[in-house]
C-alpha cells in the first residue's frame, strides 16, 4: 500500500486546511521543496500536491513551486490536484514533470471531459471524489451536489481513468480517524484502483487500511498528521510496505 504525503499550496507555502476551508488555514513551511524532499527523504514512493489557490481560481496558481518540486525530485513520482479545468492545464503539468493530474469538481460538472482527458492523456489521469454521506461535493467543498458517489465513479472508470481519490471531507484535517467502511464500499465498487484521503490521524489508520487493502485501496493520503506529529511518516511508511503495494 502507498502512503502519499500531502503537500497543500496556498500563496506559494506549505499549508493544511480544516475540511476545506481557506480561512481556516495552518502554514507548516514557507518551503514547500524542502518539505517535499523530507517526504522523499523518509522514503515516500509518490507525492500528493494539491495547488489550494488553484482550486478556488479555477486555474492553476502556484506553477512556480510545483515545477520546482518536480525539478528537484524527479524520480519521485507526483500526483496533484486543484484547478485542473482543460486539456492545456493537463499538458503544461505532464510537461512540467506531473505523473498523474487529478480531476475534481470538472468531472462533476462536465463528465464527458473526463472520457476525452483520460483516451488524450492515457496512464495520467485520476479523478477526485470528495464526499459527504455519499453524495459528491464539488467547488472546494462549498457545495454539496446531487450525485451518488459510487455512481459516478463507476462512469470514470468505464472511462478509462488510472484511479479514483476518495476523501471524505467530514474527516478531512479534523484528525478524528479515517473512513474506513465507505472506502471500502466505494472500492470494492470498481475494479480501478482507490486512494483514501481524509481523517489519517495515527498508526491505527494505516493498520485499518492495511488490512482492508486487498479490497482495491491501492493507497492513502496523509497531512495534517505527519505535519503535527501524531503519525510518524517513515515509521507508517513501512507499515504501509508490509501491507503489498
Not at 489550494?52 to 506553477?63: E, I, S, W, Y
Not at 510545483?66 to 513520482?77: E, L
Not at 496512464?123 to 470528495?130: A, E, Q, Y
Not at 507499515?239 to 503489498?244: D, E, F, M, R
Request: proline share 3%.
Amino acid at each position: 500500500m502507498l502512503l502519499i504525503p500531502a503537500i497543500d499550496l496556498k500563496e506559494g507555502k506549505c499549508v493544511r486546511l480544516r475540511q476545506g476551508r481557506m480561512e481556516d488555514d495552518t502554514v507548516f513551511s514557507d518551503d514547500p521543496v524542502a518539505v517535499a524532499g523530507k517526504w522523499v527523504a523518509a522514503g515516500a514512493r509518490r507525492i500528493h500536491l494539491v495547488d489550494l489557490d488553484g482550486a478556488f481560481a479555477g486555474k492553476p496558481v502556484n506553477h512556480e513551486v510545483i515545477k520546482a518540486i518536480t525539478t528537484a525530485y524527479p524520480d519521485t513520482p507526483v500526483q496533484i490536484g486543484g484547478g485542473i479545468r482543460d486539456k492545456e492545464t493537463i499538458a503544461a503539468y505532464l510537461d512540467a514533470g506531473i505523473q498523474y493530474v487529478i480531476i475534481g469538481s470538472k468531472a462533476v460538472s462536465e463528465p464527458e471531459f473526463i472520457g476525452e482527458v483520460a483516451s488524450k492523456f492515457a496512464g495520467h489521469i485520476i479523478v477526485g471524489l470528495d464526499a459527504k454521506d455519499g453524495m459528491v461535493a464539488t467547488d472546494g467543498w462549498a457545495n454539496i451536489s446531487s450525485h451518488n458517489v459510487i455512481d459516478l465513479a463507476k462512469q470514470f472508470e468505464s472511462d478509462g481513468v488510472e484511479a479514483i481519490v476518495y476523501t471524505d471531507i467530514s474527516r478531512d484535517g479534523m484528525m478524528n480517524g479515517v473512513n474506513v467502511e465507505a472506502t471500502v464500499r466505494l472500492a470494492e465498487a470498481v475494479k480501478i484502483p482507490v486512494i483514501a484521503s481524509g481523517g489519517i490521524t495515527n498508526m491505527d489508520d494505516i493498520h485499518a487500511l492495511g488490512k482492508v487493502a486487498g479490497s482495491g485501496i491501492m493507497g492513502a493520503i496523509t497531512g495534517r498528521a505527519i505535519y503535527e506529529g501524531t503519525l510518524d511518516f517513515e515509521a507508517a511508511e513501512k507499515i504501509a510496505i508490509s501491507y503489498g503495494k
